[in-house]
């Protein structure tokens, strides 16, 4: 299955901006979708944004019009712009991708990968 990659996390402070790269690599032959979860302390963890195969998006209600999913389907890579950033959004965003191969008996198989984590950071 896919590996991912994560980068792009730091400390910004409010107003700024950020981009979030995801790239992915090993086994990827259909990818269904591709997002961000979140996790600050003491919460449970969040979907912030996802994109999937016919580039549908969706957001959080907390982030519309603020951070924009996107992807680069020749370098099997996701991006997340973040603008106008608020110290709400200070958390470890993980990226994720649904996706499936065939194996080799023909079946289909089903995944998820996630990244590593990138810390968020958003403070004066």
């Known amino acids: 299955q896919a590996q991912l990659e994560e980068s792009g996390g730091g400390l910004v402070q409010p107003g700024g901006s950020l981009r979030l790269s995801c790239a992915a690599s090993g086994r990827v032959d259909v990818i269904s979708d591709m997002g961000w979860y979140r996790q600050a302390p003491g919460d449970g963890g969040s979907l912030v944004a996802s994109i999937n195969s016919r580039g549908v998006t969706k957001y959080a209600d907390s982030v519309k019009g603020r951070f924009t999913i996107s992807t680069d389907n020749a370098k099997k890579t996701a991006y997340l712009q973040m603008v106008s950033l608020e110290p709400e959004d200070t958390a470890v965003y993980y990226c994720?991708?649904?996706?499936?191969?065939?194996?080799?008996?023909?079946?289909?198989?089903?995944?998820?990968?996630w990244g590593q984590g990138t810390q968020v950071t958003v403070s004066l």
């Open positions: 994720f991708l649904n996706g499936g191969y065939e194996n080799d008996d023909g079946a289909p198989v089903r995944y998820k990968s």
